[in-house]
Structures are given as C-alpha cells and as structure tokens.
C-alpha cells in the first residue's frame, strides 16, 4: 500500500452526523475530498444546503445524500438507518453543551445532553455497527472532547456525556475490532465553532483560553480533517479504542 491509497476513501460511503457546519461539516467536507461518498446528517434536510454544495465541490462526482433524523429523539434510530445505504464509516459528530453551575444546571438540561450526546451515538453505533460486523468492514469515530479527561467549568452532563463516549469507544472497540470493524475517538481541543460561541464572546474566558494552548490559537473546525481521514483510512486499521486528541497542546501543557 502505498502512501496515497493508505488515505484513499474511494468506494467508501461515510455517514457524518451534525453535517451542517461547524466540526461536522468540516469533516464531511474532508471525506469527500479523499473520495467518500458522504451521507450529510441534520436535525432537518433543509439546514444542509451550503454543506451539501461544499461536499460536491470538495468530491469527484460520488454521490452525496442527506438524511434527517432528530437525535433528540434516539428511539427514532433504527427506523431511520434503514433508509440509509450500507455505511462503511460512521463519525458520531453532532452534540450540544449546556452552561451552567451544577445548582442551576436542571436535570432536564442533563437529560437534554445526555440523550443527544450519548445516546444517540449508542443507538447510531449499534444500528449502523451491526451490518458493518457482518460485512467485516467498518470505521467508527465518535467525536469526544478534552472534557472526556476534564471537568470543564460550569459544564456538568457535557463533560459526563464526553467521558461517557470515550467509554463507549472502548467497549465498542472490544467487541467488533476482531470483526474488522475499527472504533475510535476525536478529542478536539477549543475550536471556534457554534458550541464555543459563548466563551469566544467572554473576553476574559477567550484570553484564559487562548492563552493556556501551546499553539497560541482557537482551532479550526478544518483542523480535525487530518484525524478523520486517517481514522476513516485504511491507514488506521490496527488502531483499535483509542482517542486521538487534536488540541493545540492544551493536554500537554
Ligand atoms: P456546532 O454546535 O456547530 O455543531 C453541532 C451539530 O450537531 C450541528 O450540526 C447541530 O445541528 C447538530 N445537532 C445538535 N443537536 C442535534 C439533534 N438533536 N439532532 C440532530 N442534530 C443535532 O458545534 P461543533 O463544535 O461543530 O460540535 C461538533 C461536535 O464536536 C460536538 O459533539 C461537540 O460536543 C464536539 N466538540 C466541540 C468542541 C469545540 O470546541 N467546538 C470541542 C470538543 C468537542
């Protein structure tokens, strides 16, 4: 294998969910450039125009398809995935945060991001994980966050949720990697998306922030591509429960 083909996502049909902007269209974006066929994902087909037109740009012609599902409602899943072609490679990619101290921090906000950032990305998993054991194939990525290490501040159920995933990855990744399937994580470090928006407009958050990454900047959500691809590539096929953190050097520091 050489150098090229190890990252070639032709003949590849990936699903990334949450593929209406930030992180998740960035990484369908990616894929397509290395030759999947993406499936784009949103809460409503009618948010993905602008990403459907990028992913088309970004590809040679292979097909792109959108599929809605509300991933508030995870038990709507399986019923869905049926409508979907075989799936090569999965990226659990969508999720939300709420901000608040743990006194103000409602269960219903708790159940809120633990149902859409934990399991939907089971249920995902197993709907889609399933055909791909029985064609001896597959490629998971769940995105994770460094609050799968960390505490976080003000950011209880996200930061369970985020750990939460990590763990689903390994015990994913124990069950199906003999299988052919390879199940992994994406910890992205602070990047400049919807999700970061209210930090970014706090000025002395934003400063703390930038100021403990090594790197001395906000990420971009193109900078987690590199991870993706590979994680999606042939490439990674002995890379078996891991998370991969893509940070800037927060973690190290
Ligand atoms: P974002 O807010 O721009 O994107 C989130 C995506 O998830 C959107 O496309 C949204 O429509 C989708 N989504 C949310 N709830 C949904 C639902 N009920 N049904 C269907 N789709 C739904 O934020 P970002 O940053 O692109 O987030 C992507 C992933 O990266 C999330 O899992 C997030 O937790 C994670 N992450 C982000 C970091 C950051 O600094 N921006 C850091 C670490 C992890």
């Known amino acids: 294998m050489t150098a090229r083909t190890m990252f070639d996502l032709t003949g590849s049909t990936a699903l990334v969910t949450g593929a209406g902007r930030g ?104 709907a889609v994980g399933v055909g791909m054991v029985e064609r001896g194939r597959g490629k998971i990525i769940s995105i994770a966050s460094l609050l799968s290490f960390q505490g976080g501040v003000n950011v209880p ?22 299988s052919g399937v390879q199940v992994n994580a994406i910890a992205p470090g602070y990047i400049a998306t919807d999700n970061t ?11 703390e922030i930038r100021q403990r990454i090594p790197a001395e900047r906000w990420g971009r959500p193109e900078d987690l591509v590199g991870a ?6 042939p490439a990674s096929d002995y890379v078996c429960g891991q998370v991969l953190v893509v940070d800037g050097g927060w973690m190290s520091r």
């Open 23 to 126: 992180i998740g269209r960035a990484i369908a974006i990616g894929l397509a450039a290395a030759g999947a066929s993406v499936v784009l994902h949103g809460r409503d087909l009618c948010t993905l125009d602008a990403a459907e037109t990028e992913v088309r740009q970004a590809g040679t012609g292979q097909p792109v398809l959108r599929w809605a599902v509300d991933l508030a409602h995870p038990e709507r899943i399986p019923g869905a995935v049926a409508h979907l072609p075989a799936i090569d490679i999965l990226v659990n990619n969508a999720g939300i945060i709420r901000r608040a101290p743990v006194a103000a921090h409602t269960f219903d906000a708790w159940r809120e991001v633990l149902t859409v950032n934990l399991d939907s990305v089971f249920q995902l998993s197993r």
């Open 157 to 178: 159920g996200y930061a369970a949720s985020k750990h939460a995933v990590t763990g689903l990855t390994r015990a994913l990744a124990n069950e199906w990697s003999a």
């Open 197 to 207: 928006r209210a930090l970014r407009e706090d000025p002395t958050r934003e400063a």
């Open 228 to 233: 993706a691809v590979f994680l999606a590539s």
